[in-house]
């Protein structure tokens, strides 16, 4: 069953939740569209890795998801604490809510990767995903042909527990809003693969969704622990949503990949949100072509970004031709100084870096890292050399606001191996844009100073511009 509302220029769809699946009762929420009557929206229970200093602590919280289009008023009740104050985030999304006791309404006219947070709480919050509507969802008259088709697989609503789906060529898995699947679902070795809807893959401490020596593949629309990409070419992750608790937790994986396209995805992870990597977990060569937009990233532990530290030191390996465009970072935490950087490219493995592209991307107050951190490094722990370079790295319309950022790093590693073009256009730190004829900055100090960015040694052609 379906919960659905229409008129002639909007419609609304709510998937009621499985028996078998655990709910939070922190918050009650509910949506409607033009003054119609409230429809009830479940609410998950799913979990986060809360970190104090240097302990980790799995705790619960909420998330909840429906589909719409046209304008949509949400309410959200608050549960289990009285509510002083409310916010809607991104932040940059406009979004204002209206308080009335411990009711919180707002409302929003496209699909939204949204936090819900009553008096400061970003871990018993509501993580709230706003679909578009499914077209794809295929009619009782439709389904009842697909099912003749060894090639198309259905889960429909309800509880599904299974070990691990192989998803090979041709073939398209379909997972209903409504249907939480209990298990892993690998695309592998395939050529022209989908899978897709609008449910859950979240099993018990695992990956729920891989692409694996693929080409050709689509996932669109899920909710999972966590995405990664391997050994791939011409794959797109379209309004993925991941959220991980447990080590290694990492969301969005690329591993020897090329031409990925990542589209309004959302990541609270328990490791990094995205990475790209080269040789790799098996997956062997570099990475080109990466895109990644319109999208909103939390790391409760490590990175929002990471790119480089892993490569084939006896056939060093390339990443280039990389863009992130129009995200939002809703926090950092990790007290770590190696694995610090909201924007962090680290090389490692004798691999080059170059013609990564970051712009449009807003930062909010993080609890602890530090904004940059660019280096050619030698991490033992993890890699067999330092990286060869980083080249060609361009920063556009970075805003951060912020006071808990450490102090960034530009660094190379000798003369043979440095860090060349660097160029920040339109850097705004709490409001103040950096570049070298910014008011009130004195004449013998750097530019970079101004950002607290460290410029060391082995470096060349670092820029900042209006």
Same mark, same amino acid.
């Given at each position: *069953? ?12 709510? $998937? /009621? ?35 104090? &200093? ?16 046209? *304008? ?20 940059? #999304? ?65 509880? !599904? ?15 209903? &809003? %409504? ?5 892993? +679902? ?11 809807? =609008?449910?859950?893959? $979240? ?11 693929? =080409? ?87 990175? /929002? ?19 992130? #465009? ?35 991307? =807003? ?24 990286? *060869? ?12 606001? &912020? ?9 190379? $590693? ?14 705004? +730190?709490? %409001? ?5 004829? *910014? ?5 013998? $100090? ?11 040694? !082995? ?8």
């Amino acid at each position: *069953m379906l919960l659905a509302a229409s008129t002639a220029d909007a419609e609304l769809v709510s $998937y /009621p939740a499985p028996a078998e699946a655990r709910l939070n009762e922190s918050f009650s929420v509910a949506v409607r569209q033009d003054g119609a009557a409230w429809t009830p929206v479940p609410v998950y229970n799913v979990k986060v890795d809360k970190v104090n &200093g240097t302990g980790h602590k799995v705790v619960d919280t909420s998330m909840a998801y429906f589909d719409m289009d046209g *304008m949509t008023e949400v309410r959200v009740v608050s549960h289990n604490k009285r509510v002083e104050n409310a916010r809607v985030r991104p932040g940059s #999304r406009g979004i204002s809510c209206t308080l009335s006791g411990d009711t919180i309404t707002f409302s929003i006219d496209r699909p939204e990767l949204l936090s819900v947070e009553v008096n400061g709480d970003i871990f018993d919050n509501l993580q709230l995903f706003a679909n578009p509507i499914d077209r794809t969802a295929p009619t009782p008259k439709q389904l009842k042909k697909l099912r003749k088709n060894k090639n198309y697989i259905y889960f429909g609503p309800g509880y !599904h527990k299974i070990d691990t789906l192989k998803v090979s060529s041709g073939q398209e898995v379909y997972i209903a &809003g %409504g249907a939480l699947v209990d298990g892993v +679902i690998e695309v592998e070795d395939a050529d022209g693969a989908r899978v897709h809807g =609008r449910g859950m893959v $979240y099993p018990h401490r695992k990956m729920g969704l891989a692409v694996r020596n693929s =080409r050709n593949v689509e996932v669109e629309g899920l909710f999972s622990t966590q995405c990664a990409v391997g050994g791939s070419d011409s794959v797109k992750i379209e309004n993925v949503k991941v959220m991980s608790y447990y080590g290694w937790g990492d969301g969005f994986n690329v591993f020897a990949s090329n031409n990925v396209h990542y589209d309004h995805i959302f990541a609270r992870t328990s490791d990094d949100c995205t990475t790209i990597y080269a040789t790799r977990k098996g997956f062997t060569g570099g990475c080109r072509n990466i895109v990644t937009e319109n999208s909103v990233l939390w790391a409760d532990v490590a990175h /929002p970004f990471m790119i480089g530290l892993h490569g084939n030191v006896e056939h060093p390996d390339v990443i280039e031709d990389c863009i992130y #465009r129009n995200i939002d970072v809703l926090d950092m935490q990790e007290k770590q100084i190696d694995y610090q950087g909201v924007f962090a490219i680290v090389a490692g493995d004798n691999n080059t870096v170059r013609r990564i592209t970051f712009e449009d991307i =807003r930062v909010d107050n993080f609890r602890q890292g530090k904004l940059f951190d660019i280096r050619i490094a030698w991490n033992k722990k993890y890699c067999g050399a330092p990286g *060869m370079a980083i080249e060609d790295i361009t920063f556009n319309d970075i805003i951060y606001n &912020g006071d808990r950022s450490e102090l960034s790093l530009i660094i190379g $590693y000798d003369d043979t191996r440095m860090v060349r073009g660097v160029h920040f256009n339109n850097l705004v +730190i709490n %409001g103040e844009k950096i570049h070298d004829k *910014m008011p009130g900055k004195p004449g013998w $100090y750097k530019t970079a100073d101004m950002g607290r960015i460290f410029i060391g040694e !082995h470096t060349a052609d670092i820029t900042f511009s209006e």
